[in-house]
Nanobody, 123 residues
Framework: QVQLVESGGGLVQAGDSLRLSCAAS????????MGWFRQAPGKEREFVAT????????VYADSVKGRFTISRDNAKNTVYLAMDNLKPEDTAVYYC????????????????WGQGTQVTVSS
């Protein structure tokens, strides 16, 4: 059973940085990619970034490209999302997810989800 636990969220000011962590357990060879999604109040969940668990390929949403960096530490089974130059529109609950289907920006392709961590950016 794959379990994902996010941490690192908080309240920051515009222009600040945060690093989210996603500790994964129960990973098997069927997990192909890890992703970050976010959901703001009253909005649908949206893709943020994804990377291959055993490779170097990454994909970013246009809205975060150049400001966010997704990375992993395989030894620690942890995925990170480093967020720089945060903006108020980045305010959302951020979710970590694992996919066995491939490097995807679609939430439906991710079978495993964490509980989420709140990121609030004040102006």
């Amino acid at each position: 059973q794959v379990q994902l636990v996010e941490s690192g969220g908080g309240l920051v000011q515009a222009g600040d940085s945060l690093r989210l962590s996603c500790a994964a357990s129960g990973l098997t060879g069927t997990v192909y990619a890890m992703g970050w999604f976010r959901q703001a109040p009253g909005k649908e969940r949206e893709f943020v970034a994804t990377l291959r668990w055993n490779g170097i390929s990454t994909v970013y949403a246009d809205s975060v490209k150049g400001r966010f960096t997704i990375s992993r530490d395989n030894a620690k089974n942890t995925v990170y999302l480093a967020m720089d130059n945060l903006k108020p529109e980045d305010t959302a609950v951020y979710y970590c997810a694992a996919s066995a289907l491939g490097l995807s920006i679609r939430s439906n392709d991710y079978a495993y989800w964490g509980q989420g961590t709140q990121v609030t950016v004040s102006s």
